[in-house]
Every structure is written in C-alpha cells, then in structure tokens.
C-alpha cells in the first residue's frame, strides 16, 4: 500500500496545479526558469538523438520538446516529457529518426511548465551536425545493418556543386524526397533478403550529369526467443541444456549473434553457448537451478528462462558389455555411464529380426549400478539375424537415449521329419521298415552344414545303432513283431540338433480296414483334404502320397498334421494335372500310426480318357444295333474317373446336319451294352463310343454298321400285290372278248402277211411276273412282250424302200440307220390292219422280239366299262439286243382313241 507521506505529496502537487492555472496572468518574474540542453549525441547506427538536461529543482516537472530539420523554424517533432522527483538532477531522453542523422542538421530545443501556470522561456537551439560532402556523394546510413520487414530511408549528400538526379533502389527507380539543400531521400518499405548468396540491398544514387554512386547495405532478421528450453545430466556431473534457436541463419548472414547462459540463483559468471546448446558443470550440493538464455546480435535480443531440479533431470547412458547369442536366446549385458547414486534403473530392451520392421521391447529393473546390468532373451528363431538396443531412466521420469545398435545371428538348429513304411516279409515273422526323413533347418542367416545322421532302434531291451552319411535320408531296418521304437538324430558342426522319435506298433495288432473314397477335383486345382476321425490322432495325423501318382518306384511324399485338426489343403503346383493320386491318412498314437483312410483323386481331370474297346461281331437286327465293349474303369493310369459311356448314332453318307443324330448315355461305367432301337432297314449307320469323365466324352471309338433287311415285309408287300393282281386278272378274264376285239382293231395287219397272234395268257402271266417286284401305288406303266418265230422277210419286197427301220441281228452294239447284210429293212410306214400272219414259219427259225411298253390306265379307268385298256402305241420303234438269233424290239402305246 502506498505511504501516507506519498498520498501528501500527490495532494500537495494537485493544489499546486490548480494554483498555477488560477494564477496565469503572473509576471515573467514569476515564470519557471529556462531550461538549458547540454548535449546533444547521436547513438551509432541505430539514428538515435539523446538529448540532456539540467533540472532547475526536484518535484514533478513536464518539459516540451522540439525538433527541427535542416532549418530550425521546421519543426518535424514535438513531445512533452515528464520528469518525476526520483530522477536525478540530469535527465536525458531519445529520440529515433527515420532519416539517418547523418543527411542533415537536426536542431533541439525544450522549455518547463513545471508548477507554474505559464510555460518557461525556450531554450537556445541545440544543433547536431550533419555531414558534410566534399569531393563525392555521400550516401547514409553508411555501413549499418537492415531489419527484414522494416522501413528504410536512403538519403544521398552531394558535395557543393553537384545536384542528384535520381535514387534506385535494387535498380529500381524510387520517388525522391528533398529534405534539404541538395540532399535528396528515398523510402522504402517492408525490406526483404535476397535469396541470392550474397545477402545485401544496393542502393544508388545518380547525379545530375550521369555519374553514379552505389552502396551494398546487408539485411538480416532480429533474433528470435529460445524454444523448448530443457536441462539434463547423464552422471550428474555435467548439464546439458538444449533449446530450439528457431529459424536458422544463413552462413553468408552478416548480422552476427551471440548466445548466452546466465545463472540467477548463483554468482556463476554467464555461458557462452552454441547456438542450441551449452553445456556447464553441476554446482556441487546445489539442487535447484534457475537460468535464462539470452540471445543477441545487432537488431536486438531475446530471452528465455528456465528452471529444474537436477535429480529429476538425469538420462542415463550405458555402454554395451556383451551380446553372447544361442540358438533360440541371447544372452545382453551392458554398464551405466557416470557417478550415479542411484540404484533403481527402469530400462527396456528392443530385439527384431533385420528383415522385420515390427519391434519387440521386453522391459526389466535393474537394481545394481556398480556392476554389470544383464538379461536373456528367449523366444528367438534359430539361425535368424537379429539387432538389438538398450534405453534406461531413473525411476521412469526421464529416459535416456538409446544405445547404437548391435547385431547377432542365433545359432542354427537341425530338426527332422520322420517317417517310415513297413512291409511284412513273405513266410516270416519279421517286417521291413523303411525309415525317411527329410532335414528341417529354420532360418537362412548361415549354411548348415550336417555331418551325418544317428540311428537308433531298440525292441524288447535290445538296442542297435547304425551310422549314415550326411547325403542319405533312408534307412531299411528288419524288426521282429512286437513294437519297436526309432530315434534319428543329425550331426551338424555347430548349432545343436533336435532328435526325432517314431514308433512301429507291434504286427499281431487288429487293424480294421479302411475307408476308401474318391476326392472330387476343382477347376482351381490342388486337394482339400478332410477325415472324420479327428479324436483318432492323439498325437496328430500323417498324410502320404506317392509323388509322381502311379511310378514305380513309388517317390513317397508326406505332410504331418497337428493334434486336433482334420483338413489338409496341398495346392495345385505340387501335382501333375491328370495324374491320380492316393492319399494315405494314418492317426498318430502312443503304439505307433494306425491307418484311418485312402483317398484317391486328381488335382485337376482330363477329359483325353482312352476309347473302349469293342466287341465283335456287333449284333443288330432290321430295326436296332447292340453294342458290347470292354473297359477297365478302374485304371489308375487313365486321366479322370469314368462316369459311364456315351453312344453316338447318326446316318452314315448324310450331312451331319441333315442326319438324325441319337445319342444314347449310361450312367453306370460298369455297364458295357447298350441296344440302339428304332433304327431303318438295309440302312447304314456310323456308331461312336466314347468313356464319360467329369470334364465330358473321351476319346472316340468309331464303327459303321448295318441294319438287316426285314422280308416279311416284302413278303407282305408281294403278298398284296398278287392279290391286287388275281382281282385284276379275274376282272380282265371277264372283259377277253371285248380286248381281243378292240386289240383286233388295233392290230390290223396287212393282207398276206402270216403273223401269228400271241396267246393272251401268255401275255398275262407275263405281266404278272414282271409287276410282283413293284408296289401298287407305283404300278403305272407296264412293258409288253411279243415273242413269234418269223421267217425272214423277202427281201426282194423291201428293196429301194426309201424309208427303213432297221431290224437287227444279234450284236453287242445296235445299230444306227444304216443297211447291213445283218439287218432287216421294215417299211417306216407300215401300220398292221388285220390279225393275220406277217410272216409264216419258215424251216429255218429266227426269233424276233417285240417290246411293247404301254402306259396302263388307273384303276378307275381299268374298271370303266366300254373303254379301252391300252393307251396308244406308237410307231416309234427301238432297237434292242436279243438272246436269239434275230429279233425285233417294237416299242409303242396303245392309243385310247383306237
């Protein structure tokens, strides 16, 4: 609380300001004293002007102030300054310029209104000088250093004689500012550093006649506030102190910067420090520390401050004794660096494999500092490349940097996979067993090398051993009946190896048979295993299988599964597609391994199966086709399993778009028959059989059969048409007069000719004959036959006939209208007018024939009365070759108009 003597004189100075304005009218007697400036001094390089005065007496005093600029009537500032009664007997106050102070004069004056009511007197003008140019421009400020971001004003002070013409500033023209005689000025605001190398503003000034003045002023950025300011100690001997210094300097920067570490609770004398660090020794018992960083340069200074208690800034260092690796541990012992009184350290350790990202860290207390701080690691991948690292804090608070890390390989380690058949020897009590194994080495850090492999064996107390070298990985031992236990073990140089143990149950054991099942393949490939007797393996189960399927010798291949599960999935890449494969699934138990399952099947069919093969002759009748064929479905060498058959029919010599096409399938592939019905008589066909699998038919076997001629059908057929016919016969019989009168008149042969006329009933036993092979529907045309003994003709009659049909003789050819010793001339225009004779019979017979073709009527028209049967014969004739000696072929149709 304020005092009562100072609430009295702020009274006292109150009464006497009320006075001083009541009382204005006073004298200059009674005016305060003029006060007189006595100095005036500029600052270098800030434009700074402190101006000092003598003070008349104490108390509270207000004084004006006043400055002028190249003439004292031009005032560019003026203020009023309080001085209070604590200030001694000269007080002095500053004044920063925009203008260097160098450009030009400046002029100072002040006066006191103290307690009176008027102002004192004003003092003399105080004058401070600025430069004066005498052979070249001068240009200020000269040699200071800029401020990024701020305001500048460049002036240019020519000697006596010489105007300025122009500034620039980077090259850049710039409006002038005359701010005295001859004296010319620029501003500029917001002042950036170049990004050049060279950190510096050019600035000119030209004169009136063309000559130029350069100057090159630097520029920088004020120094910023330490950041995270922080102290620790590692052995409590030396503190270390850190801060973020902000934005970094650029090493061509001219603004030079210090910093500083001063102690406020000690006379420990300030620090020279780094420019984010700096290090000092501990002050013996002091716990407690407050210091303060404090950097500075020309554009000015910042400050941060800090305090801690050094027991609870301490970061221990350690220092690495040994890292001794094993096969699945390592072994890691290191030191804490310092005099640390401390016994209780937290430290944490980080193990990880090289080729892994993710990191373990196993933390542990380490309670003795003295000695040497150690741990196992256990868990650890043999022959495995590790690295590994250490970090420790006092009680948790502060933890210490980690330490460099330190590589180690484990030690590598040989396992085996053990397996073995058995096989019962003809006529004996002992077995034959073969024992496989295949090495196991985790890791790839460093190659193993095995020397060799141990075997042991021992059956009712006996025990043998046998020595195999490192290249064979079976052995064949023959045992007696009862159980038998092997052991096989590697020899490998450095590392250890792990033994593997395998138990044969004794032979007089009952084993069930078992289960047998087809596996069905994917279009992915690879097998799905699964088995049903999961509680059967109390150790776990094995599965086997033949690597190349069905080769011989057998390369036997095995997968061990673990207790509890009973699917086993073997991708496609390590089978053949097409290729039949027969899993073995044996549960493990005490006694030994029992067979649970087999399981065949393919981790991908084929469809190219081989074709069937056929029995002979094939069976058929008029109307279906049997066929037989043989086929071993159960070949493990074919590509898939065999679903059944498929049987093709079609037409053989049709288009196979046009033939009809049957298809016939048999779903069971222990069926070899199959009968094809509903097939044509006398009819060729082409029969395709083909073995189905899953992926569709297999290779084709092809055959062409044909069908049987049905003759009862025919004998139907015939049977029809005699009966068609004797109905017609019995019919014509009927109507004989009346045909032969209407043939007569037909049939009317010249006189004197002696031609016999033919037996009607030949004639129609002929015909009868002839139209048996025929169907009724078709029986529309008919031939007609005269055979009659001629004698021949007189040829005397027939001779310079113009017009000849020639009659001819027995030949293979025919002749074409030309007269030959062999031929007969019959007149073109012959028509027969009666039934008599043409010729008579002479001694010496020549048969002619005579063939009729007539087309017959319907059997409407045939059955008309009153009309004629025969249609018209022309006399066309046609020559034909005979069996006879001689005849004549005689084709015409019998007219209805006759």
């Known amino acids: 609380m304020m005092s009562a003597a100072g609430m009295l004189c702020i009274y006292l100075l109150g009464l006497s300001l009320v006075f001083c304005e009541q009382h204005g009218g006073l004298d200059d007697s009674s005016l305060p004293p003029t006060p007189a400036v006595v100095g005036l001094k500029p600052v270098d390089g800030s434009q700074s002007l402190v101006v000092m005065w003598r003070r008349s007496r104490g108390g509270r005093d207000v004084y004006e102030v006043q400055v002028s600029r190249a003439q004292e009537q031009n005032v560019i500032y003026s203020t ?8 001694s007997a000269e007080h002095s106050w500053t004044w920063v310029s925009g203008l260097p ?13 103290c307690n009176q009511s008027s102002p004192s007197p004003w003092s003399s003008w105080m004058t401070n000088h600025g430069i004066k140019a005498k052979d070249q421009i001068e240009m200020f400020p000269f040699k200071r250093l800029l401020r990024e971001g701020s305001t500048a004003t460049f002036c240019c002070v020519p000697p006596a004689g010489v105007s300025i013409r122009g500034i620039t500033f980077r090259n850049k023209h710039y409006p002038v500012i005359s701010v005295g005689p001859r004296v010319k000025a620029i501003t500029v605001h917001n002042l950036t550093i170049p990004t050049g190398r060279f950190k510096r503003l050019l600035v000119t000034c030209v004169e009136a006649a063309g000559n130029p003045r350069s100057t090159w002023y630097p520029v920088s950025f004020p120094p910023q506030k330490p950041r995270n300011l922080s102290c620790v100690t590692s052995d409590m001997t030396t503190v270390t102190c850190t801060w973020d210094s902000g934005r970094e300097k650029d090493p061509h920067d001219h603004n030079k910067r210090t910093h500083t570490l001063h ?13 984010s660090s700096c290090s000092f020794p501990v002050v013996p018992h002091l716990q407690e520390y407050y210091i303060s960083v404090v950097v500075r340069d020309e554009l000015g200074e910042e400050k941060e401050s800090y305090s801690f208690n050094i027991s609870e800034r301490v970061r221990p260092v350690l220092e690495w004794d040994r890292v001794t690796p094993g096969v699945t541990d390592v072994n890691i012992s290191w030191s804490v660096r310092g ?20 990191t373990g860290v196993t933390q542990l207390r380490c309670t003795s500092v003295s000695s040497l701080c150690k741990v196992r690691l256990g868990h650890l991948n043999p022959n495995t490349k590790y690295s590994t690292r250490v970090c420790c804090s006092v009680d948790g608070r502060l933890w210490g940097d980690w330490t460099p890390t330190v590589h180690f390989t484990t030690y590598p380690q040989v396992t085996l996979d053990l397996w073995r058949q058995i096989q019962q020897l003809s006529n004996s009590h002992l077995r034959r067993v073969t024992l496989l194994w295949k090495p196991n080495v985790v890791g790839r850090a460093a190659t193993v090398n095995v020397r060799g492999y141990t075997l042991q064996w021992s059956q009712e107390g006996k025990v043998w051993k046998e020595v195999k070298e490192s290249g064979q990985k079976r052995a064949e031992v023959s045992i007696g009946p009862g159980k038998c236990d092997f052991t096989v073990q590697a020899v490998v140089q450095t590392g250890s190896s792990v033994a593997a143990h395998m138990a044969v149950p004794p032979a007089d054991q009952a084993e069930n048979l078992p289960t047998k099942s087809r596996l069905s393949s994917s279009s992915a490939g690879g097998f799905n295993l699964s088995w049903s007797e999961p509680s059967a393996g109390t150790c776990g189960f094995t599965v086997e299988w033949c690597l190349l399927g069905r ?12 207790k509890g599960n009973n699917t086993l999935f073997l991708p496609a890449g390590h089978f053949t597609a097409g290729c039949r494969y027969s899993f073995s699934i044996y549960g493990c138990t005490e006694s030994g391994h029992k067979l649970l399952e087999i399981q065949t099947g393919y981790s991908r069919e084929l469809n190219s199966v081989q074709a069937p093969s056929l029995v002979e002759p094939v069976q058929s009748s008029s109307s279906s086709v049997t066929l037989e064929w043989h086929y071993n479905e159960d070949d493990p060498g074919q590509p898939a399993f065999i679903t059944g058959y498929l049987v093709t029919v079609q037409e053989a010599g049709s288009p196979s778009q046009a033939a009809k096409l049957v298809n016939v399938s048999v779903s069971d592939p222990r069926q070899k028959s199959v009968t094809i019905e509903g097939l044509q008589q006398d009819q060729e ?13 297999g290779i084709p076997l092809n055959i062409t059969i044909k069908t049987r001629t049905d003759y009862s059908s025919h004998l139907a057929k015939g049977l029809s048409t005699f009966f068609l016919l004797l109905v017609c016969s019995i019919f014509l019989w009927t109507q004989l007069k009346r045909l032969k009168t209407a043939l007569k008149e037909i049939f009317i042969y010249p006189a004197g000719m002696n031609i016999k006329t033919p037996e009607f009933e030949s004639f129609l036993y002929e015909t009868d004959q002839w139209t048996q092979s025929q169907r009724v529907e078709e029986c529309i045309c008919c031939d007609i036959e005269i055979l009659n003994v001629k004698p021949l003709l007189n040829q005397t009659n027939l001779k310079g006939d113009p017009e000849l049909k020639m009659l001819c003789s027995p030949g293979t050819e025919p002749c074409a209208l030309s007269v030959s010793p062999s031929c007969e001339p019959v007149q073109a225009d012959y ?4 039934d008599t004779l043409l010729w008579d019979r002479p ?3 020549q048969m002619m024939c005579i063939a009729n073709k007539s087309y017959l009527s319907t059997a409407d028209e045939i059955l008309k009365p009153h009309e004629s049967i025969f249609s018209e014969i022309s006399s066309n004739f046609e020559i034909s070759v005979c069996q006879q000696e001689s005849c004549t072929v005689i084709y015409g149709y019998i007219s209805e108009k006759t």
Request: hydrophobic share 35%; with cysteine.
């Open 831 to 834: 028509r027969p007018q009666s």
């Open 339 to 358: 005099n640390l009184t401390q016994s209780d350290f937290l430290c944490q350790i980080s193990t990880a494999p090289d080729t892994s990202h993710d």
């Open 101 to 113: 102070l160098e450009c030009v004069d400046h002029f100072v004056r002040i006066r006191n209104f």
């Open 551 to 562: 080769a011989v010798p057998c390369a036997l291949e095995w997968v061990k599964v673990p």
């Open 685 to 697: 066909y082409v029969c395709s059989l083909s073995a189905l699998t899953k992926e569709g038919p």
């Open 263 to 275: 102690f406020t609770n000690t006379d420990r004398a300030p620090i020279e420090c780094k420019p």
């Open 843 to 845: 001694a010496q017979q």
């Open 80 to 87: 009023n300054v309080s001085v209070t009664d604590e200030d």
